[in-house]
C-alpha cells in the first residue's frame, strides 16, 4: 500500500522542511503557473533548475525522487506522443515532455517537503470551503485503513479459491469492493458515534 | 484519463476550472442543508476512501492488461448525486498530490470529466433509464449503462480539452478517445453491476429510493443542468476546433515554426463524421444514444443472469 505514494520524505529536517507551508505551496503554484502555461524555454529552464535546487536544498534521496519522478513520466510519455499527430512534430514533443516533467518535479518536490495536513491548512487559508477541507482530511485519514483492510479481504479470498477462472476473478473482485462498501459504511457510523461521544456535533 | 500539467492552456485550465468550483460549490451546499448535515461528514470522507480503495483493486481484460473502477455512478446510486461529487472530487484532489496523478493546474480540468461530469451524467442516464423497468433488474441495468454513459461522456470532455487547447487536432483525438473508451466503459458498467448486486444482496434497503439522498432543490438541480449543458457544448461537442489562436501562437514564443518541420504522421481521420449522417453533432448524439440502448441492454440481461443465479442458490433472498 504505502509503496505507491510521492511523499514519503515530508517530514525530514532541512531548511527547505522548515519553511512555512504557505511559502512552499505559493512557490510550488508558481513554479507550475511558470512552467505549465508561460511559453519560453528561459522560464521553463529557469523552473527546472529552482525544482533542482529545491530537492537539493530539500536532502531529498536523489534515487528516491528520480525514480518517482521517471514512473510519473511514464504517464505524460504517452500524452506527449500527440504532438506528432500535428504540424510542429517533434519540437512540441520535446515542449510537451520538458513541461510536463517540470510539473511533476515541483508536484514531487511540495509533496515530500510538506506534510499534507500543513496543505489542508494552508488550502482553507486560501478559501477552500470548511467543509471540503475537512472530508479531505477525512479521506486522508481513512485512506490508509480501507485500501490495507481491502488488502486482506483480497488476500484471504486468494487464499481460498483455487480456480483462477477470469470470470471467478471479477465476481471476487467484485464482492471485495461491495463487502468493503458495507464496512466502510459501519466505520462511518462508529467514526460518528465516537464524535458525538467525545463532544462533537 | 488524468491529464497532467502542462498540456492545457489557460484558457481551457480557466473555464474547466470554473465549471468545477461551480458545481461542487452546488454539491456541497446540497450536502450541507437539511437536518443531520455534521452527521454526512464522517460519511463523506469514508466514501472517498473507499473510492480510493476500490480503485486500487484491477480486473483481469485481455492478455495481461487489466482495468480498474472510477467509481462515480457506484457512489451515486448509493449515496445520490451531490455525495458522489463531493467524494469522487476528494478523490482526484488527494490522487494529484499523493501519487502525482493528474496535473494540479489541470486539477479543474480532471475534476470536471470525472467528478463533474462523470457523476451528473451517468446518474441522470441511471435515474431515466432505471426508471423504465420495474425492479432489482431494472436499477441495475440502470446503473450500468449509467456507468457506461459517464466513462464516455468523461473520455469526450477529456480529448475535447485537449483538442482546445490545441495540444492534439479534435478529429484525431475526440474520436480515439471515445472509441477506446466506449471499450473501457462496458467494463465500469460490468463492475458497477457486480457491485450493486453484492450489496443488494445483503443490504437491499441501500438501493432503494431514499427521498433525503436523491431529492435536490430545484435550484441545484438547474445548476447542475446549466454547468452540464455548458461543459458539453464547450468540451466534448465534436465541433470542438480549438481556441482562435491556439498552439500556432505558443510555438511562435518558443521560437519555432510549426509549417516548416511537418509532422511525422498525418491525421487518420483529419475531419471525423459518423458514417451515412451528414451531421456531426447529430450523429453524435444518434450514436451516444444508440450505444446507451444497447448497453442498458447487455446489462439488463446480464442482470437478469445474476439474479436468477441467487435465486437457485438461495430462494429467501428475493
Not at chain 1, 528516491?64 to 510519455?77: A, E, Y
Not at chain 2, 432489482?136 to 441495468?141: D, I
Amino acid at each position: 500500500m504505502t509503496g505507491r505514494f510521492i511523499d514519503l520524505y515530508s517530514r525530514l529536517d532541512s531548511p527547505v522542511h522548515r519553511l512555512a507551508a504557505g511559502a512552499k505551496a505559493g512557490a510550488a503554484f508558481g513554479v507550475l503557473l511558470a512552467a505549465g502555461l508561460w511559453p519560453g524555454w528561459e522560464v521553463l529552464m529557469t523552473a527546472g533548475i529552482v525544482v533542482l535546487a529545491g530537492v537539493a536544498a530539500g536532502r531529498i534521496p536523489w534515487g528516491f525522487f528520480i525514480s518517482r519522478w521517471l514512473g510519473l513520466m511514464l504517464f505524460i510519455l504517452p500524452v506527449s506522443l500527440l504532438a506528432f499527430f500535428q504540424p510542429g512534430g517533434w519540437r512540441f514533443f520535446c515542449l510537451f515532455l520538458v513541461r510536463g516533467g517540470v510539473c511533476a518535479g515541483a508536484v514531487l518536490l511540495l509533496a515530500n517537503t510538506t506534510p499534507m495536513a500543513e496543505i489542508l491548512r494552508v488550502l482553507r487559508r486560501v478559501g477552500m470551503p470548511g467543509m471540503m477541507v475537512d472530508v479531505l482530511a477525512l479521506t486522508c485519514r481513512y485512506l490508509f485503513v480501507l485500501a490495507d483492510e481491502a488488502g486482506r479481504m483480497r488476500f484471504a479470498r486468494q487464499s481460498r479459491t483455487f480456480e483462477g477462472s477470469r470470470r471467478l476473478l471479477w465476481r471476487n473482485g467484485a464482492s471485495v469492493i461491495g463487502q468493503l462498501f458495507l464496512r466502510s459504511l459501519e466505520r462511518a457510523e462508529r467514526v460518528q458515534a465516537a464524535r458525538l461521544a467525545r463532544g462533537g456535533k | 484519463m488524468h491529464i497532467p500539467d502542462g498540456f492545457l492552456d489557460a484558457r481551457t485550465l480557466a473555464a474547466s476550472a470554473v465549471l468545477s468550483a461551480g458545481a461542487v460549490g452546488l454539491a456541497l451546499r446540497q450536502c450541507r442543508s437539511g437536518d443531520g448535515a455534521d452527521r454526512r461528514l464522517p460519511l463523506l470522507g469514508m466514501t472517498a476512501a473507499f473510492v480510493f480503495a476500490a480503485q486500487m483493486i484491477n480486473f483481469p481484460v485481455l492478455g495481461g492488461t487489466s482495468g480498474h473502477l472510477m467509481g462515480a455512478v457506484l457512489a451515486a446510486v448509493l449515496l445520490g448525486p451531490a455525495a458522489a461529487m463531493v467524494s469522487m472530487t476528494c478523490v482526484l484532489i488527494l490522487q494529484c498530490l499523493l501519487f502525482g496523478d493528474g496535473g494540479v493546474l489541470a486539477l479543474g480540468a480532471n475534476v470536471f470529466n470525472m467528478a463533474v461530469l462523470g457523476t451528473l451524467s451517468g446518474y441522470a442516464v441511471c435515474r431515466l433509464s432505471g426508471g423504465l423497468l420495474p425492479g432489482l433488474r431494472g436499477k441495475l441495468a440502470g446503473a450500468g449503462a449509467g456507468a457506461w454513459v459517464s466513462v464516455v461522456v468523461a473520455s469526450a470532455s477529456c480529448a475535447g480539452q485537449l483538442a482546445l487547447s490545441g495540444t492534439a487536432p479534435a478529429g484525431m483525438v475526440l474520436p480515439a478517445m471515445v472509441f477506446v473508451h466506449m471499450l473501457i466503459g462496458l467494463g465500469e458498467a460490468a463492475i458497477t453491476v457486480l457491485v450493486l448486486w453484492v450489496i443488494a444482496g445483503a443490504r437491499r434497503d441501500l438501493l432503494e429510493d431514499d427521498p433525503e439522498r436523491s431529492a435536490a432543490g430545484w435550484r441545484v438541480v438547474a445548476g447542475w443542468g446549466m454547468i452540464l449543458a455548458l461543459g458539453l457544448a464547450l468540451f466534448a461537442s465534436p465541433f470542438a476546433c480549438g481556441w482562435p489562436d491556439g498552439l500556432e501562437s505558443v510555438a511562435q514564443r518558443f521560437g519555432f515554426e510549426t509549417r516548416s518541420v511537418g509532422s511525422l504522421l498525418s491525421a487518420p481521420l483529419p475531419e471525423y463524421r459518423f458514417p451515412g449522417l451528414p451531421d456531426g453533432g447529430l450523429a453524435a448524439a444518434l450514436a451516444g444514444g444508440a450505444g446507451t440502448l444497447a448497453v442498458f441492454g447487455v446489462m439488463w440481461s446480464m442482470s437478469g443472469w445474476l439474479i436468477r443465479g441467487r435465486r437457485r442458490m438461495s430462494p429467501v433472498v428475493e
